[in-house]
């Protein structure tokens, strides 16, 4: 097995992975090679063989290649693809089939020739199956092979839907699709239930054979699944871990989607670092941890042994960089998110003038607040901060169905009841749109706009459990995610302007949002990058030099300990409020797919165990005891 050793800093990873500010940055490596590739062939009057992927990851690399058709001549014409999967069950036509997802985001907008893309078909007959696949192999061989090859990887470590447990040798087949897949998927289809259960892929195998691959990953949620990948034993449970025996594969990662890897996580088990103050902090706190000790009862043997002797000369002995590492934490730890009006603020992560602040909470989906700062907020209002709470999008996406029939059935009803003709009317044409768009269609407006509704009453009453005002709660209903599809969203400028509208007429001193490090393409990602074109709007304005950002790390996660500048503890009652809160939104009851634990399976009981959880790290590295903890990071322009 090969080990890429040239700075000694990778010497555990058994894949090339090259690591890059962002995803855009990340992409160009594959653009160019495809690029190459196909001019390389074109003059040669041959083609050239792409095998391609679908989901939001490959969605930049299309939109690059589009931009150079256009603006640089390159031409597709020579180009014959294989798509690695297709769900079995739906039309080419079908909203969320990767044939369509194919046709709108590449093959529709390049001169590619529509008999040269390939994509397995998910109609094929049951007893069709077989050959059908097979005759997909033959037709990769008749065209020579794949060139290069582009992968994404779903959570579970699958490549295309090749999911745990398929092996080197697996070719073109139908495949059943893991639970943590489908559920992946769900907000796409737009709820759970309507998740094919089957999809057709190309095997490991298939894969394997092409000359050259390229597997992508954006985010932190990859970040697990990519160490395991690279670092870990080659294993069917893990399936990209099988491209470990490629001889041309690398993995073009962003930061976040690096953050698991060891030389990005623990760099001082590898090789010599530079001890920074974030870095001494990340690395005192890893080893009290690994140990299972305080941090005060670190001793300079647990230095040595562990890869710290460096550290210990530079900065001990022990007993100095534990006192050190322990006071900084013990500062993170406040019950003023705010600031303490009238106290000495020197070692508080928020500054205690001005008071009351004017604290703006930026939620890119309805639940968002609540679950991730219920407790905070519930503080802030209580300490007669004026808090703003801004939904960034209605979340109207993410309403099932027949929460929706519930309501309109409801409107008829009290339609009836008071003679109503008007609102009959409208209600009864909502329940004919709802009835005619079936399991799989897409919502009508009215029906976005009645779940987008049903959002915001769920928003009111949980923000009055926490002692929000309804008057304090602002829905901008951004249109990048009205007119759009999960995976497929695009932010334009009237986003930014709506933004900048409120920032503007609130002028907070403190704002809470999301989205940094999120996969580019998710809704909090894409409102973090709104937030951030809004503040440059927003530049020489006086109330931006006196604005503090803090980052909440967004639902299902938290921040690791050494990243947290503000952790506010919440007391059993606190955490009740928030629990409530969170209840509330009766809709969002499953946790959203994007967070989905496999053994917690409310948002509720999910929210609880992660601000429980991060009160247990206080508490095993020797600071005080706390019921839960929620978390912050500050956030520098
Ligand atoms: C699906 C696809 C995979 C893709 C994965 C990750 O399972 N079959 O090919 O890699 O999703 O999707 P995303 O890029 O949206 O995270």
């Given at each position: 097995?090969?080990?890429?050793?040239?700075?000694?800093?990778?010497?555990?990873?058994?894949?090339?992975?090259?690591?890059?500010?962002?995803?855009?940055?990340?992409?160009?490596?594959?653009?160019?090679?495809?690029?190459?590739?196909?001019?390389?062939?074109?003059?040669?009057?041959?083609?050239?063989?792409?095998?391609?992927?679908?989901?939001?990851?490959?969605?930049?690399?299309?939109?690059?290649?589009?931009?150079?058709?256009?603006?640089?001549?390159?031409?597709?014409?020579?180009?014959?693809?294989?798509?690695?999967?297709?769900?079995?069950?739906?039309?080419?036509?079908?909203?969320?089939?990767?044939?369509?997802?194919?046709?709108?985001?590449?093959?529709?907008?390049?001169?590619?020739?529509?008999?040269?893309?390939?994509?397995?078909?998910?109609?094929?007959?049951?007893?069709?199956?077989?050959?059908?696949?097979?005759?997909?192999?033959?037709?990769?061989?008749?065209?020579?092979?794949?060139?290069?090859?582009?992968?994404?990887?779903?959570?579970?470590?699958?490549?295309?839907?090749?999911?745990?447990?398929?092996?080197?040798?697996?070719?073109?087949?139908?495949?059943?699709?893991?639970?943590?897949?489908?559920?992946?998927?769900?907000?796409?289809?737009?709820?759970?239930?309507?998740?094919?259960?089957?999809?057709?892929?190309?095997?490991?195998?298939?894969?394997?054979?092409?000359?050259?691959?390229?597997?992508?990953?954006?985010?932190?949620?990859?970040?697990?699944?990519?160490?395991?990948?690279?670092?870990?034993?080659?294993?069917?449970?893990?399936?990209?871990?099988?491209?470990?025996?490629?001889?041309?594969?690398?993995?073009?990662?962003?930061?976040?989607?690096?953050?698991?890897?060891?030389?990005?996580?623990?760099?001082?088990?590898?090789?010599?670092?530079?001890?920074?103050?974030?870095?001494?902090?990340?690395?005192?706190?890893?080893?009290?941890?690994?140990?299972?000790?305080?941090?005060?009862?670190?001793?300079?043997?647990?230095?040595?042994?562990?890869?710290?002797?460096?550290?210990?000369?530079?900065?001990?002995?022990?007993?100095?960089?534990?006192?050190?590492?322990?006071?900084?934490?013990?500062?993170?730890?406040?019950?003023?998110?705010?600031?303490?009006p009238d106290a000495d603020d020197s070692h508080r992560p928020e500054r205690a003038s001005p008071f009351p602040k004017r604290s703006l909470v930026l939620s890119p989906e309805p639940t968002d607040d609540v679950f991730c700062l219920g407790g905070t907020l519930h503080r802030l209002a209580n300490q007669g901060h004026e808090v703003t709470v801004a939904y960034q999008t209605s979340g109207n996406l993410a309403v099932p169905d027949t929460d929706v029939r519930r309501a309109i059935e409801l409107i008829i009803e009290l339609g009836e009841k008071l003679h109503d003709v008007a609102e009959l009317k409208f209600a009864r044409s909502v329940l004919e749109q709802l009835e005619q768009k079936g399991a799989f269609g897409e919502d009508t407006s009215d029906l976005r706009t009645m779940k987008g509704l049903i959002r915001r009453g769920e928003a009111r009453s949980s923000g009055r459990m926490l002692g929000i005002d309804p008057e304090a709660l602002r829905f901008l209903d951004l249109p990048f995610y009205e007119n759009g599809r999960y995976r497929r969203f695009k932010a334009g400028d009237e986003d930014v302007e709506r933004l900048a509208k409120l920032l503007d007429e609130v002028q907070p001193h403190q704002i809470f949002a999301t989205g940094q490090g999120h996969d580019p393409l998710s809704v909090p990602a894409i409102c973090f990058d709104v937030l951030v074109e809004a503040l440059k709007r927003c530049e020489g304005a006086s109330w931006l030099a006196d604005c503090w950002i803090w980052l909440y790390r967004g639902p299902g996660a938290e921040w690791e300990m050494h990243e947290m500048d503000m952790a506010v503890p919440l007391s059993p009652d606190e955490l009740e409020f928030k629990i409530k809160g969170i209840y509330q939104h009766q809709t969002q009851r499953s946790q959203s797919p994007s967070v989905a634990k496999q053994d917690v399976h409310d948002s509720w009981a999910l929210a609880r165990q992660l601000n429980s959880a991060t009160a247990q790290v206080y508490d095993t590295l020797g600071l005080a005891e706390y019921e839960a903890i929620e978390g912050f990071k500050h956030y520098s322009l």
């Open positions: 097995m090969k080990r890429i050793d040239a700075s000694g800093l990778s010497q555990r990873e058994c894949i090339a992975v090259n690591i890059y500010p962002t995803a855009d940055e990340a992409c160009l490596q594959a653009a160019d090679a495809i690029t190459d590739l196909i001019r390389a062939r074109a003059a040669e009057g041959k083609s050239a063989v792409l095998g391609l992927a679908t989901g939001s990851t490959p969605v930049r690399l299309y939109r690059e290649l589009i931009r150079r058709h256009r603006e640089e001549g390159l031409s597709f014409a020579n180009v014959i693809s294989f798509n690695l999967d297709e769900y079995y069950g739906l039309s080419g036509d079908h909203p969320e089939s990767y044939r369509r997802f194919m046709q709108d985001q590449l093959f529709d907008h390049v001169d590619i020739l529509a008999e040269n893309t390939h994509v397995p078909d998910g109609l094929a007959q049951r007893d069709d199956v077989l050959a059908s696949c097979q005759a997909y192999e033959e037709a990769i061989r008749e065209a020579g092979g794949i060139d290069i090859q582009i992968l994404g990887i779903g959570r579970t470590g699958h490549i295309g839907f090749n999911e745990p447990g398929s092996g080197p040798q697996s070719r073109t087949r139908l495949v059943t699709l893991d639970s943590l897949t489908r559920r992946d998927a769900a907000r796409d289809f737009l709820g759970e239930e309507n998740v094919p259960r089957h999809a057709i892929t190309m095997g490991v195998g298939t894969i394997l054979e092409a000359r050259k691959v390229f597997l992508l990953a954006w985010g932190e949620a990859k970040a697990k699944v990519i160490a395991e990948s690279v670092e870990g034993t080659p294993t069917e449970s893990i399936p990209a871990s099988l491209l470990q025996a490629h001889e041309d594969c690398v993995f073009c990662v962003d930061e976040p989607a690096s953050s698991h890897l060891t030389r990005v996580r623990y760099p001082w088990v590898v090789g010599p670092v530079e001890w920074t103050a974030e870095m001494t902090r990340k690395a005192v706190v890893w080893l009290a941890q690994k140990s299972g000790k305080a941090l005060l009862k670190l001793t300079d043997e647990d230095y040595t042994e562990n890869s710290m002797a460096d550290l210990l000369t530079e900065k001990g002995p022990a007993y100095d960089l534990n006192i050190d590492i322990f006071n900084q934490t013990q500062h993170t730890i406040t019950g003023w998110p705010g600031g303490k």
